[in-house]
């Protein structure tokens, strides 16, 4: 493919629709719909980013036993979606500080240990350029209502059964039911000899 320009649809409050338009290998024009976090892309270079947009926090209880994860109602879908805790890194903040605001404001609870940070990846490629950086930890604390009136969450601990049976019959984030997948299979490996 060859890059040959890129163009503002429509400018929204948090993202912005353009269109990208390149050269095929048989010389066909190909224009491509996509959504940015960036209100202003304007190259080539632009469209890979330059730091990430948003944290994704991969949580497991002090005793090692459970998975937090969020049951969350998504306006986009209408439906109640399983999604780890996540959100933008505001200015000034770094990934593990948004990590941490976030992980409070969506459930009340403590990122009190940091045990690894996976590289940055792209939240949903086929349209959009938002960037993501997994932040992983342990959490503690009660859990308590969204401080955001717009979020509807339901946070919860669960231990890799109950992971599997969710992974049969519910919805996720595509991350993080590919994430909760390995997890359980690795539980297993370990010990837990549960099929999913």
């Known amino acids: 493919m060859q890059f040959i320009g890129i163009e503002k ?20 024009k190909k224009v491509y719909e996509m959504i940015s976090r960036d209100h202003n892309l304007d190259s080539y270079e632009k469209l890979h ?24 109602f998504r306006l986009a879908v209408g439906d109640w979606v399983y999604n ?3 959100g933008l890194i505001d200015p000034g903040e770094d990934a ?6 976030e992980l409070w404001e969506e459930t009340g609870l403590e990122l009190y240990e940091v045990t690894d940070l996976i590289g940055e990846s792209y939240s949903a490629v086929g349209f959009s350029n938002e960037i993501n950086v997994c932040i992983v930890g342990k959490a503690r604390g009660t859990f308590r209502e969204s401080t955001s009136s717009v979020e509807e969450i339901s946070p919860g601990w669960y231990t890799a059964e109950e992971v599997r049976m969710l992974l049969k019959t519910k919805r996720f984030a595509a991350r993080t039911q590919a994430y909760c997948y390995m997890w359980c299979q690795e539980r297993e490996k370990n010990g837990n000899k549960k099929e999913i």
């Not at 593990?96 to 605001?101: F, K, L, S, T």
């Open 9 to 28: 649809k429509e400018e929204g409050k948090f993202i912005t629709r353009y269109d990208v338009t390149y050269e095929t290998m048989d010389h066909k």
């Open 84 to 86: 780890f805790p996540a």
């Open 49 to 72: 980013g330059d730091r990430p947009d948003a944290v994704v926090v991969i949580a497991i209880d002090e005793k090692e036993e459970k998975i937090l994860l969020n049951k969350e």
């Open 96 to 101: 593990g500080q948004a990590a941490a605001r």
